[in-house]
């Protein structure tokens, strides 16, 4: 994938992977040792990866010049139509029988029901959830849903552009539970030109059927493409960011998934650029973090197309991370981007499925039997949430997000407070490694009374090693067995499993925190929006000022050179100053987790180390000098 710009899972993941090493390494090493260049060439393998699973861009085919056909004047006067549901609110206009307008009203799934609205909203200030952009809607020609595309560029024009008649209603349309609509739009033409696009509406799911029908002197037009976009989404979003990212595209093609961001596109001197994506659909479409529309065809096929567009897009001044914020210098505009798919269908008037709702995992996983069924093959669309943009790491996401997502919805069940759910969750974790966590005081602990002696033996062996005598020598394996008796019950591989456990599910939790719409627009306490950043800073700051604190207290392996000491010192300032630059603006759902366990761990070891508080021998006290009349007791001889 080439991405202009990192995703927020690849930031997050090197951050959390940087949190890891610094943590577990510093803590371990006693010898300083130059920086590893692994890193970065595991970086460089994983980009390079990536870039080979996602097809690399290619240019659009150009049509061939087609020979210009008399059409007939478009007489017929335009219509829009209202369907309005208890889930959704459509608007179809006729001229190209397109969506215009797609507002989502509630969030339905097997476990609830609540209502939607768009981002920002709060309080009695509540703004409706719009899913197609205006610029595309304002474009011309305009880029919006149901539009068809075939080899022939006077066929597009016609089909596109053009008035069509409507049938099967009257005027606006509203639906209650358990009824369904059909309107139709047909259009003839002079040139020999028909089609006819079919719609189903209902009332109690997201789903929808079009059947487009297109025939030119009576033959199915071959390679004939449903255009979904562009950039389907939430529409109010103020700006962009790592953690609030724009529209996408997905799919599921050739037996994998596929995702492609707008930033990733390689686009040309007009802003343009195209992807061809290999392989059987098996369905497709544009969606942001919460929200897609997807078309699933009667039967898979191959030809599916991305097209994009960039675009700055002006704003009111905002900061774009903690640099800005600090330099108090803020940005006006942003790069946007439209994205549509053009996916492959039978225009024969085979039924194309349309999905268009919420990404919620509970929704998503009924919707999974509902399109078997219908379809007549196996639908699985869960893949439409995006657990990873990388496919080595996505099927571990995936199974530790999914249980996470369901022990959040559980403790809200009970708590009704998705907050309190997160810290609830947290403290359990946490207590679940408290015993790991005491095994690495001991650790600690035994490895720091060790490290005078181990200092010692090392000093020899380098003394030896001068003296050019071989390892094989008694005297160096003696040694080397010395090292090996102070090591035992002092590894550093027992310190390091708290951490290690912590790191996948740390990772896991992010992704659940960013693919959970439960957590979209959930209050706790001054927070609005537990998806979204804390408008106040305040939790990045106590995040890194607990983070201080956790590592403080936590013990360490024992210093032998003040190099090692003031390396660890600046480590323990230096880390959470870097967290605070990545986790700006990071998920306030996120860095509640991370905060409230740095709170538990912090206490926990505050336990610890009060009960391995070593105690004075009974009997004796400690003074400060040796009082004038105390009398020299002269040692007795032991026997011992």
Not at 165 to 172: L, N, Q, Y
Not at 193 to 222: I, M
Request: aromatic letters at 10%; charged letters at 20%; one cysteine or more.
């Amino acid at each position: 994938m080439d991405n202009n710009e990192p995703s927020s899972q690849t930031r997050f993941i090197i951050a959390a992977a940087l949190s890891l090493v610094v943590l577990v390494g510093w803590s371990y090493f006693f010898t300083p040792k130059k920086p590893d260049a692994n890193t970065a060439n595991a970086n460089t393998a994983a980009n390079t990866t990536t870039a080979q699973a996602t097809p690399a861009p290619t240019a659009t085919p150009t049509p061939q010049p087609q020979t210009a056909v008399a059409t007939t004047p478009d007489t017929t006067p335009n219509k829009l139509i209202k369907i309005t549901t208890p889930l959704y609110e459509v608007t179809l206009d006729s001229k190209g029988a397109v969506a215009t307008s797609w507002i989502l009203l509630k969030n339905k799934t097997p476990k609830e029901e609540r209502p939607l609205y768009a981002d920002g909203s709060k309080g009695d200030e509540k703004t409706p959830l719009q899913l197609i952009s205006p610029e595309a809607l304002g474009r011309t020609p305009r880029e919006v849903p149901f539009r068809l595309s075939t080899d022939d560029a006077d066929v597009n024009a016609l089909v596109n552009d053009r008035n069509y008649e409507v049938s099967g209603v009257d005027g606006d349309v509203t639906l209650t539970d358990g009824q369904e609509k059909k309107i139709d739009f047909t259009l003839k033409d002079a040139s020999g030109v028909e089609v006819t696009k079919t719609f189903v509406f209902r009332a109690d799911n997201y789903l929808s059927d079009l059947q487009v029908k297109l025939t030119k002197n009576g033959q199915t037009v071959p390679n004939t493409k449903l255009l979904i976009g562009a950039s389907i989404g939430d529409q109010a979003i103020v700006h962009h960011s790592f953690y609030h990212p724009e529209s996408e595209a997905i799919a599921y093609a050739g037996d994998a998934v596929y995702r492609h961001p707008g930033a990733s596109f390689t686009f040309d001197q007009s802003n343009q650029s195209s992807i061809a994506v290999p392989g059987n659909v098996e369905w497709a479409g544009v969606a942001d973090a919460y929200f897609a529309m997807t078309a699933i065809p009667a039967k898979p096929m191959p030809g599916l197309e991305y097209k994009a567009s960039k675009f700055e897009f002006a704003q009111p001044p905002f900061y774009d991370g903690i640099i800005s914020f600090v330099t108090q210098n803020k940005k006006t505009s942003e790069t946007r981007h439209l994205i549509t798919a053009y996916v492959p269908i039978e225009a024969d008037g085979s039924v194309t499925k349309i999905y268009t709702g919420t990404k919620d995992y509970f929704a998503l996983k009924d919707y999974n039997s509902i399109l078997t069924a219908s379809v007549g093959r196996e639908i699985d669309i869960i893949p439409m949430i995006n657990f990873s943009n990388y496919s080595w790491i996505r099927p571990i996401t995936s199974r530790i997000a999914i249980p996470i997502v369901y022990a959040l919805n559980f403790f809200n069940g009970l708590t009704h407070n998705y907050g309190i759910a997160i810290i609830i969750f947290t403290f359990l974790f946490y207590m679940l490694l408290f015993p790991l966590r005491w095994s690495q005081s001991k650790s600690f602990k035994k490895a720091s009374g060790n490290a005078p002696k181990m200092k010692e033996i090392q000093d020899k062996i380098k003394d030896l090693q001068k003296k050019g005598v071989p390892t094989d020598d008694p005297r160096m394996r003696q040694l080397q067995m010395d090292q090996l008796k102070m090591t035992k019950d002092a590894l550093p591989i027992g310190g390091c499993l708290p951490m290690i456990l912590q790191f996948p599910l740390l990772i896991a939790f992010y992704t659940a925190v960013t693919v959970s719409i439960d957590l979209r627009q959930a209050s706790f306490l001054w927070l609005p929006d537990l998806s979204a950043a804390d408008p106040f800073h305040i939790l990045e700051f106590g995040f890194a000022i607990s983070m201080i604190l956790s590592m403080k207290f936590t013990p360490t392996a024992a210093t032998v050179t003040p190099e090692q000491a003031t390396q660890q010192k600046m480590m323990t300032y230096f880390m959470p100053v870097m967290m605070l630059w990545v986790m700006w603006s990071a998920p306030s759902g996120l860095l509640l987790y991370w905060f409230f366990g740095n709170i538990v761990s912090f206490g926990q070891q505050m336990v610890i180390n009060r009960m391995n508080k070593p105690k004075d021998p009974g009997g004796m006290m400690v003074v400060d000098s040796v009082p004038a009349n105390a009398k020299n007791v002269k040692p007795k001889l032991s026997t011992t």
